[in-house]
């Protein structure tokens, strides 16, 4: 019997502001910078790259390629598209 694998996209669980909250704060946790990169790409994705890419002044194509795996972009660039998504990071001592 063969069976049919359903295509998973993570953007589309990240519904609210709770769940994207929950998932940006477990990925800042592991402290590897590739899965934070990957993160913000799929909240980026969630919240609609065209949208994301105007507001934080970058081309959509520059956006794709500064979220892209591997991608090694510049920390204003990372900078520009959190504050973009409208997210505050904080400090907070462990």
């Not at 969630?46 to 795996?69: D, N, T, V």
């Not at 972009?73 to 400090?91: E, S």
Request: glycine fraction near 8%; aromatic fraction near 6%.
């Amino acid at each position: 019997m063969a069976q049919t694998l359903i295509e998973f996209d993570l953007a589309e669980l990240l519904d609210s502001e709770e769940a994207i909250t929950e998932y940006l704060s477990q990925v800042l946790d592991d402290g590897d910078s590739d899965e934070l990169l990957r993160a913000i790409g799929y909240i980026a994705k969630a919240r609609g790259m065209a949208q994301i890419a105007a507001a934080s002044g970058l081309g959509r194509e520059s956006l794709y390629k500064a979220l892209a795996p591997g991608a090694k972009p510049r920390f204003d660039t990372v900078l520009k598209v959190i504050h973009a998504l409208g997210i505050k990071l904080q400090a907070q001592h462990a």
